[in-house]
Nanobody
Framework: QVQLVESGGGLVQPGGSLRLSCAAS????????MGWYRQAPGKQRELVAT???????NYGDSVKGRFTISRDYAKNTVYLQMNSLKPEDTAVYSC????????WGKGTLVTVSS
């Protein structure tokens, strides 16, 4: 079992930045692909970013060039740095750990509004 706890969400103005954190209950980055997904009201969940066990990153088209995923092995934490935020980035952001099965955090709400 893996527990994931997200933090860092909140209200930010358009053009602003936020950094989300996802703390894992144990050391898994060497074997799990970690990811961030988001779901806006009335929409399907979509990929934001993933980082494989080997360090390869992948981003959704709508966030390329603005968001960066990273991880800290010592802290068992994955980060999502979000810059140049837009109102359409408003969503619940959830952390995922994948290796044969999926583990999910409860999510953190990001609201981009003036």
């Amino acid at each position: 079992q893996v527990q994931l706890v997200e933090s860092g969400g909140g209200l930010v103005q358009p053009g602003g930045s936020l950094r989300l954190s996802c703390a894992a209950s144990r050391s898994i980055f060497s074997i799990y692909t970690m990811g961030w997904y988001r779901q806006a009201p009335g929409k399907q969940r979509e990929l934001v970013a993933t980082i494989s066990s080997g360090g390869t990153t992948n981003y959704g088209d709508s966030v390329k060039g603005r968001f960066t995923i990273s991880r800290d092995y010592a802290k068992n934490t994955v980060y999502l740095q979000m810059n140049s935020l837009k109102p359409e980035d408003t969503a619940v952001y959830s952390c995922n750990a994948h290796r044969f099965v999926d583990y999910w955090g409860k999510g953190t709400l990001v609201t981009v509004s003036s």
